[in-house]
């Protein structure tokens, strides 16, 4: 199964993207990650990625759909992948199509995730995330056991350079502007799943396995 899992920044994506990939045993593909740990490692694209993502405004689309064209090449996707902050615009939209055609495939399930703006504010000031593995914390919704330390892996938790108040408002903007035009391009397609994403991390996690469970029962009945 190949799920786009949509929703502005703090929508939590990240967080049930991981859900859904474990569940599906599908490959989570997080594009922001990937590129947060390329710079861990200092590489061409961290040079590359860093002054856009500093500044909460998209890596140009060639960079990105290169980096995720090659990454859905490998074996770990031929089972399904778990798209989580891809795609980001129309142009991302419609290159992840024509690769997924090319190998006789199609993205099954849009799932949306609704989260007010002051909810994705108060979640991303909260954030904390591991360095290690890039599990996402909050400090007051959902804390480590042990305070500074991914309970996941041991790794460091850190706050993102990107989430102080200026560039969310930017990253807001970029995503009204950008990225939520891909509600209707994908409700047009019939493959948009809308969610509530407020509640707590298991209750968005269960409507949202429901609901892609839900509309693939759905699929089969009419097929
Ligand atoms: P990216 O890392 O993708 O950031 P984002 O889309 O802004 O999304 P976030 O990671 O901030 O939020 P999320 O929705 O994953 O929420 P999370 O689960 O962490 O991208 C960063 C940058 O990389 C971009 O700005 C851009 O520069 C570049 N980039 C990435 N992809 C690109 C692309 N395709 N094209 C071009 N450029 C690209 O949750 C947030 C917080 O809320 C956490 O603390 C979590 O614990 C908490 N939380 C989650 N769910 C709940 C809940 N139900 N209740 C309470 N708290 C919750």
């Not at 593995?133 to 919704?141: D, E, I, M, S």
Request: hydrophobic share 35%; net charge negative.
């Amino acid at each position: 199964m190949y799920i786009v899992i949509l929703g502005a920044p703090g929508a939590g994506k990240g967080t049930q993207a991981a859900v859904v990939a474990e569940k599906l045993k599908a490959a989570h593909i997080a594009t922001g990650d990937m590129f947060r740990e390329a710079q861990e490692q200092e590489t061409e694209l961290a040079r590359q990625a860093v002054s856009y993502m500093e500044k909460g405004q998209l890596v140009p689309d060639e960079i990105t759909i290169r980096m995720v064209l090659e990454r859905i090449a490998a074996p770990d996707c031929v089972n399904g992948v778990v798209f989580d902050g891809f795609p980001r615009n129309l142009k991302q939209a419609e290159a992840l199509d024509e690769a997924l055609v090319e190998q006789g495939k199609t993205v099954d399930k849009v799932v949306y995730i609704k989260v007010s703006e002051t909810e994705l504010l108060e979640r991303l000031s909260g954030r904390w995330i591991c360095r290690q593995c890039q599990t996402p914390y909050h400090a007051l919704n959902s804390p480590p056991k042990t305070p500074g330390k991914c309970d996941r892996c041991g790794g460091e938790l850190y706050q993102r350079a990107d989430d102080t108040v200026e560039t969310v408002k930017e990253r807001l903007r970029v995503y009204f502007a950008q990225t939520a035009p891909l509600i209707d391009y994908y409700t047009r397609a019939g493959k948009l799943l809308e969610v509530d994403g407020e509640g707590g991390v298991d209750e968005v996690g269960e409507r949202i396995l429901a609901s892609i469970g839900g509309s693939l029962i759905g699929q089969r009945s009419r097929g």
